[in-house]
T-cell receptor
Framework: NAGVTQTPKFQVLKTGQSMTLQCAQD?????MSWYRQDPGMGLRLIHY???????DQGEVPNGYNVSRSTTEDFPLRLLSAAPSQTSVYFC????????????FGEGSRLTVL | DAKTTQPNSMESNEEEPVHLPCNHS???????IHWYRQLPSQGPEYVIH???SNVNNRMASLAIAEDRKSSTLILHRATLRDAAVYYC???????????FGPGTRLSVLP
């Protein structure tokens, strides 16, 4: 079972470069979200989606864009990378917010120099 | 978002029960209490959740205080594989934002 798949697992960028973190899930979940985790801290919500074509901002959306053209995919775009965006990024999905069970990917570690 | 307070770290011996506390004094009547854990270099993993009544599943038990201002995650027999950071989270009525605090780092000693 693939579950939630994130690519790439590691990435190094220079300040100002753009890139896209990919997230795909094969569980037909309507709800998907992106979190970032900084060293020694919990996760913070960046953006989320409640279905194809619908996205909304979370706690820390600045510097990131998302789109949801299909149920399966929820890419996260960094428009102009900054050192403050050095972090580990996690994608999660759930069939229903009310069930409470988020399924997370293994994470993408991003370093911005 | 209502906040939770957890100890920074705890230790347990292998094969002994572990009680991980969480305070959430500002919880509202419709907030669900969730527990996730994060093993090293992995994404968080769902453990258990509840609203008012105590809950049991194959991984753990969740004991919720009568006033709901605190809860305790119970691992009945800790194993080395249970060493992780455990997060206590309140899910608000709209559900979209699971607020992960720093959590409790559990060490399990052989």
């Amino acid at each position: 079972n693939a579950g939630v798949t994130q690519t790439p697992k590691f990435q190094v960028l220079k300040t100002g470069q753009s890139m896209t973190l990919q997230c795909a899930q094969d569980m037909n979940h309507e709800y998907m979200s992106w979190y970032r985790q900084d060293p020694g801290m919990g996760l913070r919500l960046i953006h989320y989606s409640v279905g194809a074509g619908i996205t909304d901002q979370g706690e820390v959306p600045n510097g990131y864009n998302v789109s949801r053209s299909t149920t399966e995919d929820f890419p996260l775009r960094l428009l102009s990378a900054a050192p403050s965006q050095t972090s580990v990024y996690f994608c999660a999905s759930t069939p229903d917010w009310n069930t409470g069970e988020l399924f997370f990917g293994e994470g993408s570690r991003l370093t911005v120099l | 978002d209502a906040k939770t307070t957890q100890p920074n770290s705890m230790e347990s011996n292998e094969e002994e029960p572990v009680h991980l506390p969480c305070n959430h004094s500002t919880i509202s009547g419709t907030d669900y209490i969730h527990w996730y854990r994060q093993l090293p270099s992995q994404g968080p993993e769902y453990v258990i959740h509840g609203l008012t009544s105590n809950v049991n599943n194959r991984m753990a038990s969740l004991a919720i205080a009568e006033d709901r201002k605190s809860s305790t995650l119970i691992l009945h027999r800790a194993t080395l594989r249970d060493a992780a950071v455990y997060y206590c989270i309140l899910q608000d009525n709209y559900g979209q934002n699971f607020v992960f605090g720093p959590g409790t780092r559990l060490s399990v000693l052989p």
